[in-house]
């Protein structure tokens, strides 16, 4: 499985990929905005310098040509850019047209397993179904990437599945058990992945042990 993080953040970047365990970065407008006065295709570019896999930058046009004209201002910053697209049927064009240009593209906002179809269809890269958001409505959001797994083997799609709106590590436990390809996970929960009490404490008795049977030393 492959692990992205999902931010903005350049300092949350450096420390993620420290781990050396990183395979790409997401973004969306949301997390750009939370990062203040910054300039997006500055953050970007800064971004691809610090991680070399594929780095998703979305795009806020609702129409075709708008989409693909920002597609083509973002594929400059680096060639690790995906672009990232809204499910809808404007970005379902999009996605088409930049696929068979050999763009990769990212296509967000997925909730339903025919979205995920048709992505795939369309030669999306990943599709990004949103798990948080269909569980904090009541929903099965796991359910959704174990239905969109079945699809794409049934047809062998070749689309990654990259399984959003991680909000816990428990997510990520059940993404990676459902088949998911990638997961794009929040700083928060990539310094929880390494945790377990019993990792602390068994180690804190092999090192206290160690300095009984070798006093001194
Ligand atoms: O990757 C999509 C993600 O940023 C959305 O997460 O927590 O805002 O639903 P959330």
Request: with cysteine; aromatic share 6%; hydrophobic share 45%.
């Amino acid at each position: 499985m492959k692990i992205f993080i999902d931010t903005g953040n350049l300092n949350e970047i450096k420390e993620a990929a420290e781990l050396g365990v990183l395979d790409g970065v997401t973004t969306n407008p949301s997390l750009i905005a939370k990062e203040g006065n910054v300039d997006f295709f500055t953050r970007l570019k800064e971004i691809c310098a610090l991680v070399p896999g594929p780095v998703s930058a979305e795009v806020v046009s609702t129409d075709k040509p708008g989409m693909l004209k920002e597609a083509a201002e973002l594929r400059k910053i680096a060639p690790n850019i995906t672009i990232k697209l809204p499910t809808i049927r404007t970005g379902l064009q999009a996605c088409k047209v930049l696929a068979d240009d050999g763009a990769k593209v990212n296509m967000t906002l997925c909730f339903q397993p025919l979205q995920a179809l048709l992505v795939a269809k369309a030669g999306a890269t990943f599709v990004s179904p949103f798990l948080g958001r269909l569980d904090d409505i009541g929903q099965d959001g796991m359910q959704l990437i174990r239905d969109i797994r079945k699809i794409y083997d049934n047809y062998g799609f070749k689309t990654q599945i990259l399984a959003a709106s991680i909000r816990s590590p428990l997510h990520l436990v059940e993404a990676a058990l459902a088949g998911a390809d990638v997961a794009t996970v929040p700083f928060a929960v990539i310094q929880r992945m390494l945790d377990h009490p019993l990792t602390e404490s068994g180690l804190k008795k092999f090192i206290e042990d160690w300095h009984k049977s070798h006093p001194g030393k």
